[in-house]
């Protein structure tokens, strides 16, 4: 199957600072790009979906301005949370949508974020 | 519109024996089912799919499910459980094959302990 790269795996920062996250698709051409978070013990929730080439699709609730989103290319898309707080620590996974043909969404390694 | 209901929230077994994991959807179009896993602090993992052709399925590590239209379900099975198997597993649906509202909706999850 396509492959997802998720980068960085865990990630502890400073209240305040900013982090970025990355999400690949090493074999593919990706021209949409999901972006969830999960809570412990919970599902996951869908916060915005990456369009390359043009501005994120963020679902209701999800600031805009405190988690950024770029996808740049087709094979890169970016989730940066601005000004971090302790509220913002919790776990990251992007999706890369199919490629024609394919049902499947793929789906990086997570991403954990712990703000301190 | 679509959804999905995970009746277990946790389920026990012990090792070899049958695992059940519960899942039921609803969709205004016909729909394609999947079954994720989730280790802990990972993504999730494709376990198989359902797209309309065969309703048994079968997918990776003795997994399997059967597509039932009449009752809108889509449990996954294994004969023998393994400790391996221990993990949160996603029931999963779409009702786009890949087009531009191409969105997933996950169910709650189940968490699936093994005892030795």
Redesign the interface.
Known sequence: ?AV?S?HP??VICKSGTSVKIECRSLDFQAT?M?WYRQFP????M?MATSNEGSKATYEQGVEKDKFLINHASLTLSTLTVTSAHPEDSS?Y?C?A??P???????????T?LTVV | AQSVTQLDSHVSVSEGTPVLLRCNYSSSYSPSLFWYVQHPNKGLQLLLKYTSAATLVKGINGFEAEFKKSETSFHLTKPSAHMSDAAEYFCVVTANSGGSNYKLTFGKGTLLTVNP
Do not use: N
Request: no cysteine; aromatic share 18%; proline share 3%.
């Open positions: 199957g997802v998720q795996s865990w949409t999901f013990k919970q599902s996951l869908l776990f996974i999706s949508r199919p024609t043909g394919v049902t499947e969404a793929f789906f990086g390694q997570g954990r």
